[in-house]
Structures are given as C-alpha cells and as structure tokens.
C-alpha cells in the first residue's frame, strides 16, 4: 500500500512571497489533515477535511493560509503571503475514519519551508 | 486551552537499557492516547496507543501505562537498541472534536 505522497520535500522561498504544497492521501482514505511542525514542537493540526468538506480549520491563520481538496482526494496548502515564522515542517496525513481502524492517522514525510 | 505536556524533552539510553518518557494532559475529555514515533526527514508514525479504559498496553518492547486519575500516560522502551534512536511524541485525541493534540516531543539517543 503506497504511502501519503507529498511535495516538493523542501521549499526556500523569501518572506513575502507565496508558495504551495501538495498532497496526495492513501487511496481511499477519507479524512485528510494538514499540520505544522515548527523545529523542537510536536505537530499542529491546522485544517481537516472529511472528504470535500472542512471538518476544522479553528487553528489556520485565514488571512494568509489557505487550502483545498480537489475532488475528496488530493489536497494543497498555500500560504501567501508567506512570514518567517512560517518556517516549519508541513505535514500530511490521512486516516480512513470509514472503518474500525480509523484512529491511525499516516503521516507523508513532509515538505521542510524555509522563509529568509 | 487543551494541552498535553510531555518530559523529558530529551534522553540518553545505553543500549540494552529502559527508556521511559512521559506526559500528562489536562482535560478529560480525551478518548485515545497514541504515541508516534519520528526518525529525521520522515513523518511522524503510529508506535502503539492506549484507550482510557485500560491501564496498560504492550505491544513488543513498548509498553504505555496509564493513568487515568493522574490524567498521566506514559511509553517505557525495553532493551532499547540503538535503532530506537528517534524522537517520540505522545498525542491525545478530543472525545470533543476527534483532534489530535501533540506533545512536545522527545529525542531519544540509544548509545551502543
């Protein structure tokens, strides 16, 4: 079973500008998750989608974060305009919630930004 | 505000040894305690996990014992090996919300 696929895996970009994640989920998995990870903290969820729709997204900063989710399956994150606080490692992750096993969140690799 | 609080912030283990790390939340209302462990560039994956209702869990060399009226969890690592050497993060999940909420996390180094 081919894991969350995410990318680019690093992104350097000056603060001001904008950039954009991508994720591609377990297939058939209908929960869909974005998180921040600064260095030295556990991850912070920042939006969930449950297929289509967003299920929280209380801890995005809206006034420069957004995201989406084509079709209930691939998802993109995009900040603009990007802050150097935003340096973090972005995660994915993807949990079926259809079925008995639906704890289990699965966590892409992630994409490392670094905002100078 | 939910929190999960998790010590130490990081660990030395000789090989062979017991690595216990520590957390404790704040709210009851959480349903499920997991633990993820994080190797360098790598995403954070399920270790083993705990519901409220069970006071232990093992699973191998990994143990979580809980602690439901210290609102406290913790993972003990038996005859760590040097390939246990990651950062561990314990989480708890919002009977509430179904959210995830992170610990701070812990290095662990298993010297061989």
């Known amino acids: 079973e081919a894991g969350v696929a995410q990318s680019p895996r690093y992104k350097i970009i000056e603060k001001r500008q904008s950039v954009a994640f991508w994720c591609n989920p377990i297939s058939g998995h209908a929960t869909l998750y974005w998180y921040q990870q600064i260095l030295g903290q556990g991850p912070k969820l920042l939006i969930q989608f449950q297929n289509n729709g967003v299920v929280d997204d209380s801890q995005l900063p809206k006034d420069r974060f957004s995201a989406e989710r084509l079709k209930g399956v691939d998802s993109t994150l995009k900040i603009q305009p990007a802050k150097l606080e935003d340096s973090a490692v972005y995660l994915c992750?993807?949990?079926?919630?259809?079925?008995?096993?639906?704890?289990?969140?699965?966590f892409g690799p992630g994409t490392r930004l670094t905002v100078l | 505000q939910q929190q999960v609080k998790q010590s130490p912030q990081s660990l030395i283990v000789q090989k062979g040894g017991i690595s216990i790390i520590n957390c404790a939340y704040e709210n009851t209302a959480f349903d499920y305690f997991p633990w993820y462990q994080q190797f360098p560039g790598k995403g954070p994956a399920l270790l083993i996990a705990?519901?409220?209702?069970?006071s232990e869990k093992k699973e191998g060399r990994f143990t979580i014992s809980f602690n439901k009226s210290a609102k406290q969890f913790s993972l003990h690592i038996m005859d760590s090996q040097p390939g246990d050497s990651a950062t561990y993060f314990c989480?708890?999940?919002?009977?509430?919300?179904?959210?995830?909420?992170f610990g701070q996390g812990t290095t662990l180094q298993v010297k061989p």
């Open positions: 989480a708890a999940r919002s009977s509430n919300t179904g959210k995830l909420i």
């Open positions: 705990i519901r409220p209702d069970v």
């Open positions: 992750a993807s949990s079926p919630r259809t079925s008995g096993r639906g704890d289990e969140q699965f």
